[in-house]
C-alpha cells in the first residue's frame, strides 16, 4: 500500500534532492538528507527506490574469515540477490569507511538483477569499476578493503540509521548527482506532487533570474506581478 | 550455557579491563575495548554481567513526540523493566552523544531492579545525579536533551556495534574506572581464569619494581631467576 | 520586558539543564543545549542569567601582537567591565579551543563584578585557578595559550553562535553540573513555571523508584492511580 | 583607498594561491588559505574580488520557517542583491555543512549581476547546476538541505571567519583549481606584484626542471649559474 | 634481495589495492591501506615501487623561515634527489593537510628522475599542476600553504606511519585509482602472484555476472559446476 | 650546555603553562602547547625536565605479537629504563588514544628511577593506578588495550610530533593541572626567569582585582599609578 506507485517513482525521477529537502522541511522534517554520502558515478541517472536495508555491526575477528562467504545465507550475499527490482539497497555501516561495505562484482550483480541504487555510509571498493556501471551508487569515499575487515552483516530490512538519518524499509530513497535524500513512505505520493509543482516553479524563476530580473518580489512570489507572469509563462509552456 | 557462572562473575570482578584486553589480543580479538566510553561512577564498583542490548536509530520528529513514552511497550521502557537482573543494559547509540540515551529516573530503576550496570555509546543526562547511584554507569559524555531528540529505540537483545566493538547478547561487559571490554559470551570462562593468575604476576612484578627491580628480565619475566622469585613470592602469598 | 525577573531567575536555580531541554522540546526547540561544554567549577552552584555576548573571529598575526590589551577599548577587556552584573557573558569561539577565550584574572573580575557567569565553546587557561572561583564558567577543555594565538575579540552583544546553538543577547542561559542551556528570552516565564512543576513530578517519581515502583504508568503517568498517588504526594509535600 | 585597482586585479589572476600564500607566508601570515573549501567549477575561471561577507548563526526553529524568505530585507537576499559588482560573497557557515549556504537560483542570480565569486566554508545545494555556472564557487561539499535548516543569516559585512580563517570586509579572495586564500586589503598591491615576479622565477624553474635539471641550486636559486640563466631567459622570454 | 623483481612489478601492476587487500587480510594483516588517500592523477596509470620515506615533524616558527631551502642538505630537497628511480617517495605528514608537503616543481622533478610515484597522507599544493603529470600522486586534499608553515621534514627513509599505516623503507607501496596499499616487502612476490590469479577469478565472475548468474555458488566457487566452468573459461581465454 | 639548570628548573616549577605560552608568544612561539593532553594525577605537582623521546608508528600485526616484549632491547622497554632522571619521557602516538601508550608498572618503573613525568598523545592503560603515583602523567583519555595492538615502538630520542608540537630531544618540558608545554632548550634560561616576573605581577593584579580593582589601565599596566603601585607592592612583599 505504502509502496512506490509507477507515477510517483516517475514524477521522483524528474526533482532534485534540493527541492524534496525543502518539501520535507515544510513538513517539519529537517533531517532526510545522507551527509557526506556521494555518487560514484552521477551520469547513472537519478535514483528512486524503495528501501530494502542490510545492517552491519563492526566485525569480531573470529566470526569474519574470508570463508564466511561459503555461506550462502550469509546476510550480504542474501541481500544482493533478494534486494527486490526497483528497490535501493541501503546499508548501515555506521559511517566507518576504512573497509568496503560492497565491491565491485556484488554491484554488478544488483545492476543485473534491476535494482534501482545501493547506498552506504561508509565505502565501495573498485571504485573505479562501480562508477562506469550503470546503477546509481552512493558512498562516503572508496576504500579497498574487504567488508570483513570492519564489518558484518547481521540484518535484513531491519530500521536502521544511514548516514545520520533514520531508514525504515520502503522508505523511498531519491538520490541526484547532488546525493541521497530518504521520504518517508507515507509522504511519497504528495511530496512527489508538491516537488513537481515547486519545479515548474523553480524553472520559472530560473528563466526570469538568466535575463536579469531581482530576485526579491519573485523567489519566494510575494509580488502579484510574479504570480501572474508565472500563470502565464505556465500556460505558454504547457506545465 | 553460555550463560555467566557464579565463579566466572567473581573472578572477573577482581581482574582491569587493561589485563583483559591483553588476554584477548592473545586470542586474536584487537578491537574488545569500548574506545572512548567513560565512568561516571568509578566509585560503584566493577561492573560485570551479561550485555541486553537497546539498539537505537536516529530519531526522525514525526515518529518521536514526547508523548511516544506514554506506550508500555516502548523498547527503551521495555528494556529498562526487562534487563534481567545480573546482566548490563548495553545501547548502541551510534557514537551519537548530542542527546541522552538515558537518564536519572531509569538508571535507579535499573539499579533498584538488580542490572549490574548500564553501558551507551553516547550520553547520559542527569549525569550529576546518575554519578552518586550505586550502579556502574558509562557514557562518552553528559547531554541534557531528551533521547527523543536524537534517537529512536527500535530493537531489544539483537547483536549491536557499540563504540566501535561488537556487542552479542550474553557477551560478557566488564567495566571498571579505566572503561568497558566486551568478552565474547564462549572465552568469558578461561579469560576470567587467565586474567587473574595474570594478575597475580603483575601484582608481583608491581611489588618487585616498588622495590627498585628493573623491568629487564622481569616483565615479561624471561629470566629463571624472576620465574623462582614468583613462585616464592606466590607460595609466601598463598595465592 | 523580556529581561529576566527576579521570581523567574529563582525558579530556574532549582531545576535542572535536563528538565529544561524537555521543556524547550515540547515547544519544536531542539538544539538549546550547548554540545560538548562542561563546567570547571561544578560546586559554584547554579548559574542563572541573561546573555551578554562577545564574538570572536580567527586572529590574523599582524593584527594580535601582546599590546593590543593596551588599547582599553579592546573587546575582550571592554565586555569584561560592561558585562551586567546578573548577566552571563558567553563567548563565541567558534568551537575552536586551541587558545584560551580568557583566563583567571578576567574571570575573578568577572565574579567580583558580580557577573552570573562565564561561557565560552573553546578553551580557558589557567583553569585550574578558575575551577576555585566562586562564579559558575564553563569551557570545552583547558588550552593555555593566549587567546591572541586564535582568537580576536571583534563584536559585543550581537547574535551568535555557541557550540552550535543560537545565542541572542538577553536569552537566558542556565548552567548546572551537566552543562548549559539556552531559553529563548520570550520563553523564560513560561518554561521556568512548567520545569519548576516537572521538576516536582521527577522528585515524586524518583522518590517511588526507589522504593521499587516500575516506570511503566509512573513516568510518564499514564495510570489514574499514579496521578492520585502524586495529587496525595504533592499535598503531603506542601509542594 | 584599499579598494582593488584594476592592474592588482588583473595581476591577481595569473597567479597561483600556492604562490600568495607563500608571499604572505613571507609576511609572517601562516593562516591565509581557507582549509578544506573546494571549487565547484575549476573551470570558471580564476576568482578575484573584495569580500562583501555575510554571517550566519545556527537556526532556531521558530524563528526560520520556511516563510522568513517573503521578506525582502532578508540578510542572505539583501546581500545576493546588494554585493557590489566584482566582489566575492563570502559566508561564515561555522563550517556547518549540513545544510546549503546557497543554492541554484541565488547564485545565478550573483552571476547576473556581475559578482565575482561566491565561497562558503559550508555547503552549496543544487551543487550539479552551480557547476555549470560560469561563476567561481567554492564551498565544502555538497547539502542539499535548505539553509534554514542550520542557519539564519544575521549581518552583511562585517569580519567574520570562514574555514578558520580572518576575512574583513574587502580583504582581496583570490581563488583558483586548488582553492581560496585571503589577502589582507592593505597587502593587496605589494603581495600581487610579488607573486607575479615569483611566478616568473617558476616558470623558469618548471622550464629547466622539465629539461632535466636538479632543483638543488635552481630552486631557490642558490647558484650563481642560476640566477644568470634565469636572467638570460627572462630577457629572451620578454617577460 | 627484498627488492621488487622486475616479474612481481610487473604482475602488481596488472591487479587493484581491492584484490591485494584481501591477500593481506588472508595473511592477518587488516590494516594496509591508506585510509582517505585519494589520486590527483588516476590517469597516470597504476603506481608500484619501493618505498622511500620522508618524515615530517610539526613546524616550529622560528626553525622554519622561508631560507631553509637554501640549504641544499634540506631533508625535503635531499629527498627529492635521491629518492630511487622506480621507488615511491611515501611521506609522513602526520595526517596534517594544512599545508602542503610537496607542490609542482618538486613532484615534477621527481617525475624526470623516473621516480614511480609521490604519496603523502597531507596534501600537496599546486594540485591542478600535479594532476596533469604522467607521476601518480596520492594525498588527502588540496593546500596551498607552503609546508613551512606546517611541517619540518626531518628524516629519510626510516619506518615511518602513513594514513595510519606503517611503512618500512622497501615495502612495495601499490596505487589505483581507488588508492594506495603497502605490502610488506617480504610478501610482495607471493602477494603478487596470488592477487594475479584471483584477479583472473574474478574476471570470470564478473562475466559471468553480467551474463545474469548468481553469486551464490559462483562467488566464492562454492558449487564444483563453477570450478568446472572456471577451469574450462581459463583454458579458453589461455589465462 | 643546553641541559636545564638547577635553577631554571626550579623557576619553571613556580610558573603556570599559561604564562610560559605567553612568553613564548612574545617570541613568535605560537605552537607550543600539547593540545588536548591531560594530566591524570594532577596532585603529582609540577613536571619539568628535559625531552627524552620515544617514537611510535601504527603497529603491524606480523611484527607485534605478545612475544615482541622478550626482547630486552625492545624500544619501549629501553626507553623506560634509559631514561635519564630528571627528564620527561615524551611519546609520539600519533594521537591515536585507540591502545595504551604505556601501563602502571612501566610508569611506576619510571618513577622510581628518578623520572620527571612521562607525556603521550595517545593513551595510558591501568590510567585508576597511575593517577595514584607520585609522578606527573599526561596523555589524551584512558585506554586499555595493551599498546602492540595500534603501536610499535620504533625510535628512541629523535626529534618527535606529540600533539601537534614539534619536540626535540632536550627541550623543555613543563607540565601543571592545565597541561603541557614544550619549551625550546636553548630559550629555557630566559622563557624561565621572564615568567618568574610575569608571575609576581600576576599575582599583584590578581590580589588587586579580588580588591575590586577594574582591569583597565591595571592588566596590562598601561597607568603610571598601576606601576608605582606594583613597586611599591613588590618591595613590601620582598619579591
Known sequence: MTKLTPKTRDQLKTVSTATLTTCLFKRGLRNQFLQDVHPLNPAAGPMVGEAYTLRYIPAREDLNPITVFQDRSHPQRKAVEECPPGAVLVIDSRKDARAASAGGILVT????RGVAGIVTDGSFRDSPEIAGLAIPAYHHRPSAPTNLTRHQAIDINVPIG??????????????????????????????AAEAVEMTVFEDFVTERVLQG???LGLYPATEEQTRAD????????GR
Chains 1, 2, 3, 4, 5, 6 share one sequence.
Open 109 to 112: 550483480r544488483l545492476m543485473k
Open 213 to 215: 530580473r531581482s530576485i
Open 230 to 237: 508565472f500563470a502565464a509563462w505556465r500556460k505558454a509552456k
Open 162 to 191: 544511514c548516514a545520520d538519518v533514520a531508514v525504515f524499509p520502503d522508505d523511498v530513497m531519491v538520490g541526484d548527482a547532488e546525493g541521497v535524500v530518504v521520504i518517508p513512505a507515507h509522504l511519497a505520493d504528495e511530496v
